[in-house]
């Protein structure tokens, strides 16, 4: 997992690199793919692995989340990211 938090900005990355799968979620996401992050690339050039890239469209209706929605959107995807992979 990779996480990224600058002002109220924040993205999360999770790789699975043995089934070529992974989430990206991100607090701005408005309109984003994959291809928007510099650091798809580098890590599928580091793992030689073209992943399967799943975007998490997520936000609130105050543009933010408070710390409590991120930790339990966290466990969500965490649990829904076990459950594809095992």
Do not use: A, R
Not at 4 to 21: A, E, G, N
Not at 35 to 60: A, D
Not at 74 to 81: A, E, I
């Amino acid at each position: 997992m990779i996480f990224y938090f600058c002002s109220k900005h924040w993205s999360l990355i999770i790789v699975c690199p043995d089934f070529k799968f992974s989430y990206i979620v991100d607090s701005i996401n408005e309109g984003k793919t994959h291809k928007n992050y510099m650091l798809v690339k580098i890590i599928e050039e580091v793992f030689k692995i073209n992943f399967k890239w799943h975007m998490s469209h997520l936000w609130n209706e105050e543009g933010y989340f408070e710390e409590s929605q991120i930790e339990n959107l966290v466990v969500d995807l965490m649990s829904g990211f076990i459950e594809k992979m095992f």
